[in-house]
């Protein structure tokens, strides 16, 4: 995938990332990824566990763009999981964060930066 943003029919674009993230699963268990790819509305993140799929996570995401790097928290909806040889690609939806983080993702996601 590259850098620039793809559609291919999805509710919003999205665009590859490699931002770090802890995630806290519904049994309070915090685990180490790597977000794969951003749109406005959600995340693809390698993750060493499977997740249930419709299940509520938290995720504190290291954003880096440029010279900037903030951490951000969102409470998220497991969509979808598909099994890699020794780890897991899980797909998210965002369902609550913070307005800063949610207006630059869709610039980011859109290409707009």
């Known amino acids: ?23 806290k699963t519904p049994d309070k268990k915090m685990y ?4 794969d790819n951003v749109s406005a509305h959600g ?6 566990i499977p997740v249930q799929v419709g299940a509520t996570l938290i995720m504190k995401v ?30 998210v939806e965002i369902t609550d964060i913070d307005d800063e983080t949610a207006h630059f993702l869709n610039e980011y996601a859109n290409g707009q930066m």
């Open 1 to 23: 995938m590259s850098d620039a943003h793809e559609h291919d029919g999805r509710r919003s674009p999205r665009r590859t990332a490699s931002w770090r993230t802890i995630v």
């Open 32 to 35: 180490m990824g790597r977000i």
């Open 43 to 48: 995340y693809l993140f390698e993750f060493p």
């Open 62 to 91: 290291e954003i880096v763009h440029h010279a900037k790097r903030w951490e951000s928290i969102a409470s998220v909806i497991v969509r979808h999981v598909v099994v890699r040889t020794s780890s897991y690609l899980v797909g």
